[in-house]
T-cell receptor
Framework: NAGVTQTPKFQVLKTGQSMTLQCAQD?????MSWYRQDPGMGLRLIHY???????DQGEVPNGYNVSRSTTEDFPLRLLSAAPSQTSVYFC???????????FGPGTRLTVL | AQRVTQPEKLLSVFKGAPVELKCNYS??????LFWYVQYSRQRLQLLLR??SRESIKGFTADLNKGETSFHLKKPFAQEEDSAMYYC????????????FGAGTRLTVKP
C-alpha cells in the first residue's frame, strides 16, 4: 500500500494563479482532511470530508475549495493564490473520527 | 471556541531525565484527544490517543477534565524521542473537525 500520497512535493505560484493539490489514499478510508502548517501555528484544518460527496469547512477554509467524488481522492484547489497561502500542506485520512489519521508527505507551496 | 494550547514551543532535557509536554484544551463537550509526533524527515504520525489509555514508546497521557489538560509524560527520555509533538482535539461527535496545538519541539541531549 502506498498509504497517503500527495503531488506535487513543491510548487511555486505567482499571485492570482490557480492550482490543485492532489491527495490520494489506497486504504479505503472514509475520512480525509487538508491541513496547512505554518511556523508557530501548528496544523490548521482547511477542509475535511467524511465520505464521497460530503465535505465541510474547517478552521481556515477561505481561498480554498475541495470536492470528494471518489473515496480515494480529495483534491484541494486554490482559486486565486495569495502570498498568505504560502505554507506546507498536508493531507490525511482515517477510518473514522477517533481513529488514527495517516498523513501524506506534504506539499510545500510558495506564492510570490 | 475550542482551542488546544501547548505552552512550550521548545523543551530540552537530558537523556534519562523525565519529560512532560503540556497540553491544555478548551472545549465545552466531551473531547477526544490525541498526541501526534513528527520525527526528523518523517511523516506526522499518531503517538497515542486518550480513549485507548495505552503507553506507546514509554509515553503516557492522562486526560484531566477538571484541569482540561492532556499532558504527555515519559519517565526516562531517550535521544530518539527528539521530535516535534502536537496535541490535537477532535471537537464534535458527528464530524472530523480536528484542532491541533502549535507543537512543542523536544530535544533530548546526550
Amino acid at each position: 500500500n502506498a498509504g497517503v500520497t500527495q503531488t506535487p512535493k513543491f510548487q511555486v505560484l505567482k499571485t492570482g494563479q490557480s492550482m490543485t493539490l492532489q491527495c490520494a489514499q489506497d486504504m479505503n478510508h472514509e475520512y480525509m482532511s487538508w491541513y496547512r502548517q505554518d511556523p508557530g501555528m501548528g496544523l490548521r484544518l482547511i477542509h475535511y470530508s467524511v465520505g464521497a460527496g460530503i465535505t465541510d469547512q474547517g478552521e481556515v477554509p477561505n481561498g480554498y475549495n475541495v470536492s470528494r467524488s471518489t473515496t480515494e481522492d480529495f483534491p484541494l484547489r486554490l482559486l486565486s493564490a495569495a502570498p498568505s497561502q504560502t505554507s506546507v500542506y498536508f493531507c490525511a485520512s482515517s477510518m473514522g473520527r477517533v481513529n488514527e489519521q495517516f498523513f501524506g508527505p506534504g506539499t510545500r507551496l510558495t506564492v510570490l | 471556541a475550542q482551542r488546544v494550547t501547548q505552552p512550550e514551543k521548545l523543551l530540552s532535557v537530558f537523556k534519562g531525565a523525565p519529560v512532560e509536554l503540556k497540553c491544555n484544551y478548551s472545549y465545552s463537550g466531551s473531547p477526544e484527544l490525541f498526541w501526534y509526533v513528527q520525527y526528523s524527515r518523517q511523516r506526522l504520525q499518531l503517538l497515542l490517543r486518550h480513549i485507548s489509555r495505552e503507553s506507546i514508546k514509554g509515553f503516557t497521557a492522562d486526560l484531566n477534565k477538571g484541569e482540561t489538560s492532556f499532558h504527555l509524560k515519559k519517565p526516562f527520555a531517550q535521544e530518539e524521542d527528539s521530535a516535534m509533538y502536537y496535541c490535537a482535539l477532535n471537537r464534535c461527535r458527528n464530524n472530523n473537525d480536528m484542532r491541533f496545538g502549535a507543537g512543542t519541539r523536544l530535544t533530548v541531549k546526550p
